[in-house]
């Protein structure tokens, strides 16, 4: 069972620990962002580490991944590449738990405050996928892995 | 005079502090994003904190607004709303002083870890555009202001 900071919404805490909702939810979303925002109807999500605010990923969401995130309290994105919802850690296991979710002045960017389960969200095995920083003209990076990906994700 | 970390880029601290570079810059920028990623040619640039990690803001940048952040150490954008090169602080003053640049897995994304000047980030006054949280079906808004934006911007 997970510890939760004492502003997780009910909602969240409901579904996170299976209690029924006894009509409590709406069939409509009531916090609307403005996925009109971007050509692509794609709207950036900020990841964040619950505790340690550490950036972890950016990846998007569309109203899909943007309701399914609300209901599930598991983040969930629209994959750009495989062009198809994608709940983050399917693959790996390393799911997302959210803890909190923050909107922006112009609801077109939200930040998911999350508990990364298996440590590392990169499909690299870093910790985060901000693992280069810019040096002089040139870029350093941190070696550090939390995990293989060849283990979790198989051969390439 | 800033504080920096250790890890600033001396060419970043060179130009924050008007120290000559003597031809250590090259004319090609080393550091090449992938700006074809997508559909405008923009790519999001996450805005947080050096020292408390706090997410102030998400903007976005292109090859002349992510060249210029590189030259002048202070950060640049490509503002979507007026199709301009954006200094953030212009209007305002409030410039963000970078520390330290972070680049994603992808070349797609990036962090800027900065100082605000004016210790606020939004155009509304608050410390970070994120000042919003999820809460239920609906938003919670914390309501403190680090300035009045009509003094800051004049009456809109």
């Not at 998007?60 to 983040?75: H, P, R, V």
């Not at 930040?111 to 040139?138: I, N, S």
Request: glycine share 6%.
């Amino acid at each position: 069972m997970h510890v939760f900071k004492l502003n997780v919404s009910r909602r969240l805490f409901r579904k996170l620990h299976s209690i029924p909702t006894a009509g409590v939810f709406s069939s409509t979303i009531m916090i609307s962002l403005n996925f009109k925002k971007s050509a692509d109807g794609l709207l950036p999500a900020i990841v964040q580490d619950y505790l340690s605010n550490e950036v972890l990923m950016l990846a998007y969401i569309n109203q899909a991944a943007w309701e399914k995130t609300l209901e599930t309290g598991k983040a969930h994105y629209w994959s750009r590449s495989r062009n198809a919802l994608w709940l983050k850690g399917e693959t790996s296991g390393h799911v997302q738990i959210i803890h909190q979710i923050l909107v922006d002045c112009d609801n077109d960017t939200v930040v998911y405050r999350v508990e990364q389960l298996g440590h590392a969200a990169c499909h690299t095995g870093h910790r985060t996928c901000f693992y280069r920083r810019v040096e002089g003209d040139g870029l350093i990076t941190d070696e550090t892995l939390v995990f293989d990906p060849e283990l979790v994700y198989g051969k390439k």
